[in-house]
């Protein structure tokens, strides 16, 4: 049974691009959230996909957007890339059914670089 | 607003060691606590957990203990192993999937 994977495992963009990561739920998953977690920080929350839908969002502003499918993998793409956008970018994929965070299962992440 | 403040890292020990890792929170209601481990090159993971006032949580020799007089949540291990060494996160949950995560302390553990 695989984990919940993510793709790239690295990327390095210049400022002003747009970039798309990529996060495969593990299996009997629907629910994905991502997480950003800058160097030498914790995680922090970005925004959670359940039904296609975004359900709850951090304080990040609106260059950062998501999309989930219909087969529960889902996309993070980030506008118009900032330095400070550098950072490695968790998702984590859980049951929904009313169950919290301790469900959730992390992928080993995506880590931009942004020159 | 919510908030989690675990002590700063490195925290260096020598095998079979007492650890102890303080973290302190700040919410409204009546949070979820949780200590996730992150392993060199790997994901985040669930160390443990404790859902209300007085719960311990405990996993693999690792305990926490919920205690909302102090907001506090702090990790310990009786006897670390050099197989321990890691950078543990303390986390709480209000409500939904939104969790929040201290800055994380990286402990490493000497043969």
């Known amino acids: 049974d695989a984990g919940v994977t993510q793709s790239p495992t690295h990327l390095i963009k210049t400022r002003g691009q747009q970039v798309t990561l990529r996060c495969s739920p593990k299996?009997?998953?629907?629910?994905v959230s991502w997480y950003q977690q800058a160097l030498g920080q914790g995680p922090q929350f970005i925004f959670q996909?359940?039904?296609?839908?975004?359900?709850q969002r951090g304080n990040f502003p609106d260059r950062f957007s998501g999309h989930q499918f219909p087969n529960y993998s889902s996309e993070l793409n980030v506008n118009a890339l900032l330095l400070g956008d550098s950072a490695l970018y968790l998702c984590a994929s859980s049951p929904y059914r009313g169950q919290g965070p301790e469900t959730q299962y992390f992928g080993p992440g995506t880590r931009l670089l942004v020159l | 607003g919510n908030s989690v403040t675990q002590m700063e890292g490195p925290v260096t020990l020598s095998e079979e060691a007492f650890l102890t890792i303080n973290c302190t929170y700040t919410?409204?209601?009546?949070?979820?606590l949780f200590w996730y481990v992150q392993y060199p090159g790997e994901g985040l993971q669930l160390l443990l957990k404790a859902t209300k006032a007085d719960d311990k949580g405990s996993n693999k020799g690792f305990e926490a203990t919920y205690r909302k007089e102090t907001t506090s949540f702090h990790l310990e291990k009786g006897s670390v192993q050099v197989s321990d060494s890691a950078v543990y996160f303390c986390?709480?949950?209000?409500?939904?999937?939104?969790?929040?995560f201290g800055a994380g302390t990286r402990l490493f553990v000497k043969a």
């Open positions: 919410a409204t209601g009546y949070p979820s």
């Open positions: 986390a709480l949950g209000t409500g939904g999937f939104k969790t929040i």
């Open positions: 996909y359940y039904e296609e839908e975004e359900r």
């Open positions: 299996s009997g998953h629907d629910t």
